[in-house]
């Protein structure tokens, strides 16, 4: 499942392919995942109109359009964009086609189908359903060492499930949760009320530098725009990681084995000694 890293970089990559490029005609090919609109008004609102830029909100991709409308996609598990050439034969999971200017045309894939489109007025964006309950941005000037001790008091919750609840801090997942409680060294089951004001400003300071470690990482990385599936966790990905699916080898800071268990139905990851309270 891609992170806020990873659907940035896809949003930047959009961003690069697209801006001031026209839809010349699209096509909803599979009507379950827009399922806001019939495909007929979908391709409507799409046909004519100039991609004006591409931007993201938490996990959420922003194409937004000269005709006052933003489509927003969420990619889930297994959505992707393949852009290629206009008469290139279209691959199985193609759920959504957009033909471009430029001779290109932009594929919207997804095997498992858990991906969803929307098109909905630019205006109305932050009243939308999908990003009406989202907290700040990490990297936005509201997200604040304040802000983040003011919404741990207020919860009843282990820290690191905190950490995922998307109403409280966006964008961090799995992952990158594990990753900003082990450089902040906080015990994962530690309730977020409990954690104290100078901590709160350390892991302030871990949950946007490690953020901003994956983002230059992953730009680093070559990205095939016929293939922009949000999966770079591959090759030396494991450099960044510190905990997380590491259980059972040395913690990299001081040599405990990591250990896993499970909280939220998922895998949490930490070190019992750089992360003893
Ligand atoms: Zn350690």
Same mark, same amino acid.
């Given at each position: 499942m891609p992170?806020?890293?990873? /659907?940035?970089? /896809?949003?930047?990559?959009?961003?690069?392919?697209?801006?001031? $490029? @026209?839809? %010349? $005609?699209?096509?909803? !090919?599979?009507?379950?995942?827009?399922?806001?609109?019939?495909? +007929?008004?979908?391709?409507?609102w799409l046909r004519g109109a100039r991609v004006e830029t591409v931007a993201r909100r938490g996990k959420h991709i922003l194409t937004h359009l000269s005709n006052g409308r933003t489509l927003l996609t969420h990619l889930r598990m297994t959505?992707?964009?393949? &852009?290629?050439?206009a008469e290139a034969e279209l691959e199985p999971h193609t759920h959504a086609v957009f033909w471009l200017d430029d001779g290109q045309k932009l594929l919207y894939?997804? /095997? #498992?189908?858990?991906? +969803?489109?929307?098109?909905?007025k630019t205006a109305e964006l932050d009243e939308t359903k999908a990003l009406r309950q989202l907290?700040?941005?990490?990297?936005?000037?509201?997200? @604040?060492?304040? &802000?983040?001790? =003011?919404a741990l008091k =207020?919860?009843?919750?282990?820290? $690191? !499930?905190?950490?995922?609840?998307? @109403?409280? /801090?966006?964008? !961090?997942?799995?992952? *990158?949760?594990?990753?900003?409680?082990? %450089?902040?060294?906080?015990?994962?089951?530690?309730?977020?009320?409990?954690?104290? +004001?100078?901590?709160t400003d350390r892991l302030h300071t871990e949950i946007v530098a490690v953020l901003n470690?994956?983002?230059?990482y992953e730009s680093t990385l070559n990205t095939d725009p016929r293939d922009l599936d949000a999966s770079y966790t591959g090759g030396t990905y494991e450099s960044l990681t510190r905990v997380y699916d590491r259980a059972g080898q040395p913690c990299l800071t001081c040599g405990t084995l990591v250990r896993r268990f499970t909280q939220g139905? #998922?895998? @949490? *990851?930490?070190?019992?000694?750089?992360q003893r309270r």
């Open positions: 992170e806020l890293p990873e /659907v940035e970089m /896809v949003a930047r990559h959009l961003r690069a392919l697209l801006a001031g $490029k @026209t839809v %010349r $005609k699209a096509q909803l !090919l599979q009507p379950g995942i827009a399922p806001e609109h019939p495909p +007929r008004q979908f391709a409507q959505g992707r964009f393949l &852009y290629v050439a894939s997804d /095997v #498992r189908r858990f991906g +969803r489109l929307q098109i909905v907290a700040p941005e990490p990297f936005d000037p509201a997200f @604040t060492p304040e &802000y983040l001790f =003011r =207020r919860s009843r919750q282990p820290i $690191k !499930l905190f950490l995922l609840d998307q @109403t409280r /801090v966006v964008g !961090l997942g799995n992952i *990158y949760a594990a990753e900003a409680l082990h %450089r902040a060294g906080i015990n994962p089951q530690l309730p977020a009320q409990q954690l104290s +004001r100078p901590r470690d994956a983002i230059a139905a #998922r895998s @949490t *990851y930490y070190c019992p000694r750089c």
